[in-house]
Nanobody, 125 residues
């Protein structure tokens, strides 16, 4: 069974940067695209960024373009999310998951695994 383990969250000040990491525990390799999502209390989980299995293509939700960068190291089976110029509205629990994608220019079509616990990012103003 695959468990999604996200880490790297914490309390940061607005304007700072943070790098989140995600491991699909139980995998020795992954042929899936990987995506990051986030959720704030009272709201539904929202898609943030996705990267194809090869790492060649990425796609971001409009609100984070230019500040968020998704990448992956397939040798280590780790996916990263670098967040620059953090804003208080970025405060959320961030989750990762393997996903299915139809193409390179749209959000994921669905998730592959159950959700892990996520990692909390808190941005103070």
């Amino acid at each position: 069974q695959v468990h999604m383990v996200a880490s790297g969250g914490g309390l940061v000040q607005a304007g700072e940067s943070l790098i989140l990491s995600c491991v699909a525990s139980g995998r020795t390799f992954s042929s899936y695209a990987m995506a990051w999502f986030r959720q704030t209390p009272g709201k539904e989980r929202e898609f943030v960024a996705v990267i194809t299995a090869s790492g060649e293509y990425t796609y971001y939700t409009e609100s984070v373009k230019g500040r968020f960068t998704i990448s992956r190291d397939n040798a280590k089976i780790i996916t990263y999310l670098q967040i620059d110029q953090l804003k208080p509205e970025d405060t959320a629990v961030y989750y990762c998951n393997e996903v299915r994608v139809y193409n390179h220019n749209s959000p994921p079509a669905g998730i592959v695994n159950d959700w892990g616990k996520g990692t909390l990012v808190t941005v103070s103003s």
